[in-house]
């Protein structure tokens, strides 16, 4: 099945049409007529070969949501013309402990990336997987997610990854009513764990190196505002956080945030995959303070998220581009400039 895409062929290259091909669909496939596909920054790590790995050609993408335009015999939870989604992964083992209590994104034997991952299906011309850059994909039925009617398509589309991971670890924690919950760094991520928190009814403070980011964030949701450069306020606020979501993409200093935990309180990683630059003993002993990190979700909590979002009217802040300026998109994505997703329309293939 020929498949019209954007490519890049090594680490230094744009990214430029490409045609491919996907595999004819098995009884239990779904085939999805891509509608939308969000931009994240994993993409550009991975087409950029900055985690090293990459196998090229890389097709990116892995927000992806369309509509269902065939299934195999054997599917019964998706039909033509329903909209559905498909996020990070599209398949793992299915056997061990973590498939089998729905946490996939935890497989023990390793899940296979919706792009970039090595292709134990086959039925394509390459041994990599290729992702929502296209205009269809076909996808076993266990990974395919319900998308609920009242969620803008285009708007959902980040929540398949972006969405995802601000919500397990507010949901794994128990993050909800009389808690203090803080939010670090305002991107992607971080606009969404604003949005979560603040819909299980948790007491939000944005934490920003940024002022100029405070009046946005509380349009987000954010109840206060701590600007983490101003020693005076993060000393006041020592010792008075529940739960922190750390969003900083980079290794970075943890100590001036685990003292803003109270005793037993935990702060989350989800940005940086790289060494912190300083980890201090005393910040945890001293309080039972605990760090941790989270990657995104398993296929039943993606979709009770998806559905959390449709009760709360809960959607990501997007930026709409036509595929043909994605290489723009990718370089306003590493220096900040979007707010707080871009998203391609791909009806512009």
Request: hydrophobic share 35%; net charge negative.
């Amino acid at each position: 099945m020929k498949v019209n895409g954007y490519a890049t062929q090594t680490a230094t290259d744009k990214l430029t049409p490409f045609s491919f091909e996907r595999r004819t669909p098995r009884p239990d496939d779904v085939v999805i007529d891509i509608l939308y596909c969000g931009v994240c920054h994993s993409d550009i790590h991975t087409a950029r070969n900055e985690w090293g790995g990459t196998m090229y050609p890389c097709v990116p993408g892995h927000e992806i949501v369309g509509r269902v335009s065939q299934v195999g015999d054997n599917v019964s939870q998706h039909k033509a013309g329903d909209m559905v989604g498909v996020g990070c992964l599209v398949d793992s083992c299915r056997t061990c402990s973590a498939c089998n209590e729905g946490l996939e994104q935890y497989c023990e034997k390793g899940w296979t990336g919706t792009y970039n991952g090595v292709d134990k299906i086959g039925g394509t011309e390459f041994k990599q997987t290729l992702g929502g850059y296209s205009n269809f994909i076909t996808v076993d039925q266990r990974y395919v997610l319900r998308l609920p009617e009242n969620l803008n398509p285009a708007a959902a589309a980040p929540l398949l990854c972006a969405g995802i991971t601000a919500y397990s670890p507010l949901k794994h924690w128990k993050v909800g009513q009389g808690q203090k919950v803080g939010i670090i760094g305002l991107g992607g991520l971080g606009h969404m764990g604003i949005k979560f928190a603040h819909a299980m009814g948790a007491m939000v403070v944005m934490i920003t190196t940024s002022p100029d980011k405070g009046k946005d964030a509380q349009r987000l949701g954010a109840d206060e505002i701590l600007i983490s450069k101003d020693k005076s306020a993060m000393k006041a606020a020592m010792s008075s956080f529940d739960f922190l979501f750390n969003t900083i993409p980079v290794g970075h200093d943890t100590e001036p945030y685990m003292k803003l935990l109270k005793r037993d309180s935990t702060m989350v990683l989800v940005g940086s995959v790289e060494p912190l630059t300083k980890v201090n003993g005393v910040d945890f002993i001293f309080q039972r303070r605990n760090m941790a990190g989270s990657l995104i979700g398993g296929l039943p909590e993606t979709q009770e998220m998806l559905d959390f979002c449709s009760e709360h009217a809960i959607e990501c802040d997007i930026e709409l581009i036509d595929i043909k300026d994605i290489n723009t998109a990718y370089d306003r994505t590493v220096s900040g400039d979007v707010k707080y997703r871009f998203v391609i329309d791909m009806a512009t293939l």
